[in-house]
């Protein structure tokens, strides 16, 4: 007995093995297979065609990262690579993680396949030219954290299931048609921070769920068509800093609720027919520096505990029906620049304690019923001011204190008497127009002495209101819905403008028709210069106001890399904003024309000025360590304040502009790169010959450290007047090494004083550390802006008794880096 028994145990055993072999085989073919599977979708997509088809070696293709077994988690050819056709076969990546292919040219509508991907956090596809409505399989991705499909042109309503995706904290779908009602569900996605809805065709009323909320931290609804109240349970969102529901058909009073928000930073009701006064709860949002109403139907006087928003730099409540007289308490807001209380029933004076906003660039208060004497205290204020106190009831002299204003425009009042003479001097821009009583020896007046009483003047140009909002952008006409007019005339040219396309943000409403008129057409004699993307042009709009445009000509627009661009810029523009960096005022991205819309800078490109003997003159030491410090402050923003890090690219003399005080703005964010810290580097090149880092000849890896390198030479450029080409081509020989410092600094300027030799021996000390040739020998350029702000350390030596040696070779702690650096 017992033998047979060993023997089918034996039996059994070796049954048993095989089963157990077999199992592990098919577990290895399939794991193999799924590898191949994915292998086999990246090869058949094409997406790398141009780069490799070496699919062993996929897990470094440009954008992929993959996991310890070689499965791809990670897609990200975001601004690197164009893809045209979404024809990469999602269901075979069951472990991906990360998808972003933002500005890859992507056309035809979302795959369901994408349901497939279970542990997706990331997708964005925004910028692109994505049509279709947004696929029910997306209800698949519950682990998805970060979703834009914002910039494309997806239709259909926003599938209420998407609100099953509770760890969404970053729900962007800005820019497209999507239409129908906001889903009440969307009061689930509990975690959400950012809810970016606005320039769609959304319609119904604001779900009152959305006060559930409460990790929002910017709330954008404006510009599309939704109606119904403001629901009070916004004030609930204790955390929101941004809120914007302008350019809707909201209806109702503003709930006083909405003083809750205590943390908001700006919030744009405009252009509604929201009704009823102004809640004086209003005053306990303190943090505000962004309060617009414009363009409602709003009633009753303006509370006296608007004074309390102290932060304020930009209040519109023009075009209402608001009465009774401007507070006194409106002295009280010192951070204001921009105030427009234009369009209302104001009556009453102007208080004295206007005088005390020192900060006021623009004054708008025309259309209204105020009545005394123009305030003496606005001369106070600044030179840079644009003030309107047209179609008033002022009446009096023109007081002797308004000398240096900019712009002035009295018209419409009923002022009398002389008009000082320093008015057709000083002024760039001024109307009088229709103050009967007026007199005075310019062009077009009676003379005082036979003071008659039909005076009229008007100097270069009648100004027509601006429009201020809160700034965000608006692209397309079809979002434009009808109105009530108030003022027939100003409105039907709004209207007409608004057709094609409107910009609306922190400076005000430009026209398209204002730029097509300015421009006259974009005429060649206002052709200011050529840039590496497109032709830049200056406004003068009705407003007074200059601006540059940078316009692509058909030809052009028909470039897909200069099409693409100028979206880019669009994108990264629109996302950052510091004090050295140019600033996008609007954008039309129409088929029909293209053109961004920029603050005018004055003095043009720091290249040209070095290259003018004149100007290089004017730009002296102290104004060239100031550009110098002012791009290393932007740039050390853009690469260590920015989520994704942003880096440049294409930092050069040319892409530095200068405002009228010789003040440095980067420009040019073409080829700006978004970098994404969990992906590989790897990009298409870009840059200028002789600011390139050496790096980049050899390997595609984009770092912030290529900037750093671009801006060593830069620095070196401003110190040279000149483009350090040669010297950087010597420095490795000896006789250029014992070249002392004073003898390649711009001849043209005087010897600069010994105060000033601080500044300059530091600037040339970083910028050698910042042409290593190694990467990570450079300085990252937080720790050159510490060290631009630290306090100067006085230098033993003169300037003419350094040499280029000693100072690549000088020992400098770089605040904020990890070591002592050896340069
Ligand atoms: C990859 O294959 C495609 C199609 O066969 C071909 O057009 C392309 O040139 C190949 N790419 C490389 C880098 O060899
Ligand atoms: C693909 O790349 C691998 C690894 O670099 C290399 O060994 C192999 O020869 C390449 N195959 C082809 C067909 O080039
Ligand atoms: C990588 O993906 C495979 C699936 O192909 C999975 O089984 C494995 O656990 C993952 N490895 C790591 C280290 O995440
Ligand atoms: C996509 O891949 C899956 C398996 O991952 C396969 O079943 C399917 O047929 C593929 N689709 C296409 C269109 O190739
Ligand atoms: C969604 O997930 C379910 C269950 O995981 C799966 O059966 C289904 O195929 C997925 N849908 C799509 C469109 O991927
Ligand atoms: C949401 O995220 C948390 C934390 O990352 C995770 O534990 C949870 O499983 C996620 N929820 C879903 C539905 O995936
Ligand atoms: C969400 O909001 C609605 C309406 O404001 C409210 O009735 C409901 O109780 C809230 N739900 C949760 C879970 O807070
Ligand atoms: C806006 O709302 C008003 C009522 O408040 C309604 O008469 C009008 O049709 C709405 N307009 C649009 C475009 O929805
Ligand atoms: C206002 O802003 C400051 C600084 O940005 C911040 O510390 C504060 O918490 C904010 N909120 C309130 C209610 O002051
Ligand atoms: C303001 O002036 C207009 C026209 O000059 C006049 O009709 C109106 O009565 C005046 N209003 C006040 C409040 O003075
Ligand atoms: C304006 O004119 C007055 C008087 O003519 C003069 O004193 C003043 O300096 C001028 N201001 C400016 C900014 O030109
Ligand atoms: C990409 O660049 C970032 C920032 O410089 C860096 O931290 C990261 O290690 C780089 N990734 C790779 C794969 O090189």
């Known amino acids: 007995m017992a033998p047979s028994v060993s023997v089918s145990i034996s039996i059994a055993l070796l049954f048993c093995g095989m089963y157990l072999n077999s199992i592990v085989e098919l577990v290895e073919a399939s794991e193999l297979s799924s590898l191949e599977l994915e292998a086999e979708a990246l090869l058949e997509s094409g997406w790398w065609s141009a780069h490799t088809n070496n699919t062993s070696t996929r897990c470094e293709w440009p954008g992929i990262t993959c996991n310890a077994s070689g499965s791809v988690t990670t897609i990200n050819l975001a601004n690197r690579l164009y893809v045209d056709k979404f024809n990469l076969n999602l269901s075979s990546f069951p472990n991906l993680v990360y998808l972003d292919l933002h500005m890859t040219r992507l056309k035809g509508s979302i795959p369901v396949e994408i349901g497939t991907l279970s542990k997706l956090t990331h997708l964005d596809l925004s910028t692109n030219y994505l049509t279709g409505e947004l696929p029910l399989s997306l209800t698949n991705l519950t682990k998805l954290v970060r979703f834009d499909i914002s910039f494309n042109q997806i239709v259909g309503p926003i599938p209420s299931s998407l609100c099953l995706l509770t760890n969404l904290t970053y729900l962007v779908m800005r820019g497209n048609l999507i239409s129908g009602f906001i889903p009440s569900e969307i009061g689930m996605l509990k975690n959400l921070a950012h809810l970016y809805l606005n320039l769609n065709m959304l319609t119904g009323p604001i779900p009152s769920t959305l006060g559930n909320l409460t990790n929002l931290n910017s709330l954008f609804l404006y510009s599309n068509q939704i109606n119904g109240f403001i629901p009070s349970e916004i004030g609930n969102l204790k955390n929101l800093k941004f809120l914007s529901l302008n350019n809707n058909n909201l209806s109702g009073q503003i709930p006083s609720a909405i003083g809750h928000l205590t943390n908001l930073q700006g919030l744009d009701l405009s252009q509604n027919q929201i009704n009823g006064f102004i809640p004086p709860k209003i005053g306990n949002m303190k943090n505000l520096s962004m309060l617009y109403l414009r363009k409602n139907n709003l009633n009753g006087q303006i509370p006296s505990t608007i004074g309390h928003l102290t932060n304020l730099e930009y209040l519109s409540l023009g075009e209402n029906q608001i009465n009774g007289s401007i507070p006194i308490e409106i002295g009280d807001l010192m951070s204001l620049r921009y105030l427009f209380l234009d369009y209302n029933n104001l009556i009453g004076h102007i208080p004295t304690q206007i005088g005390n906003l020192h900060s006021l660039e623009t004054l708008n208060l025309s259309h209204n019923f105020i009545s005394g004497e123009v305030p003496d205290e606005l001369g106070v204020i600044g030179d840079q001011i644009y003030l309107d106190l047209s179609y008033n009831n002022f009446t ?157 000509h058909r030809m052009e627009a028909e470039n897909p890399t200069f099409d693409m661009s ?209 990467p990570k020998s450079r300085p990252t350029m937080k720790s050159v802006s510490q060290e631009f702000l630290s306090r100067k350390k006085p230098i033993a030596k003169p300037l003419h008794a350094l040499s280029l040696w000693q100072l690549k070779n000088q020992k400098m702690y770089m605040v904020g880096s990890r070591d002592e650096t050896q340069l």
Not at 450 to 457: G, T
Not at 492 to 498: D, F, H, P
Not at 629 to 658: F, Q, W
Not at 688 to 700: D, F, I, K, N, R
């Open 396 to 552: 009096g002299n023109i007081p002797d204190t308004y000398t240096s204003i900019h712009n002035v425009n009295l018209s419409y009042n009923s002022l009398k008497g002389p008009i000082p003479r320093y008015f057709d001097q000083n002024h760039t821009f001024y109307t009088l127009i229709g103050n009967k009583d007026l007199c005075g020896d310019i062009m077009g007046f009676p003379p005082c002495l036979l003071a008659s009483n039909k005076s009229i003047v008007t100097k270069v140009k009648i100004f027509v209101p601006i429009t201020i909002s809160l700034g965000f952008l608006v692209l397309g006409g079809f979002l434009l819905s009808q109105r009530m007019v108030k003022k027939t005339q100003f409105d039907s040219r709004e209207a007409k403008n608004g057709n094609l396309f409107s910009i609306w943000n922190y400076d005000g409403h430009i026209a398209y028709e204002d730029i097509i008129e300015a421009t006259e057409d974009f005429d060649i004699k206002h052709c200011i210069g050529i840039g590496g993307y497109g032709s830049v042009y200056k406004a003068e709009l009705p407003c007074g106001k200059v601006v540059a445009l940078k316009k692509l």
């Open 566 to 774: 100028f979206r880019n810029e669009v994108k990264v523009l629109t996302e950052i904003r510091h004090q050295n960096i140019i600033k996008l005022h609007g954008f039309c991205l129409h088929n029909r024309s293209m053109f961004l819309v920029y603050k005018y800078m004055e003095r043009g490109s720091l290249f040209c000025v070095l290259s003018n003997g004149v100007e290089a003159m004017e730009l002296d030491w102290s104004k060239r360590v100031n550009i110098i410090k002012g791009t290393a402050h932007a740039i050390s923003y853009m690469h260590h304040e920015c989520i994704p890090t942003i880096v440049h690219r294409d930092i050069t003399s040319n892409n530095i502009l200068l405002n009228s005080k010789l003040e440095a703005f980067v420009s040019d964010f073409g080829t700006a790169k978004l970098l994404d810290p969990d992906s590989s580097n790897q990009t298409l090149v870009a840059g200028t010959y002789g600011y390139v880092a050496p790096e980049l000849a050899y390997t595609m890896k984009v770092t912030e450290k290529c900037d750093v390198y671009s801006f060593g030479v830069v620095a070196l450029e401003i110190l040279m007047g000149r483009h350090p080409m040669e010297l950087l081509t010597s420095l490795s020989s000896s006789s250029s090494q014992n070249m002392m410092l004073h003898a390649i600094l711009d001849q043209r300027l005087p010897p600069p004083n010994h105060l000033i030799s601080q500044d300059i021996f530091l600037v040339a000390t970083i910028a050698f550390a910042c042409l290593q040739t190694n």
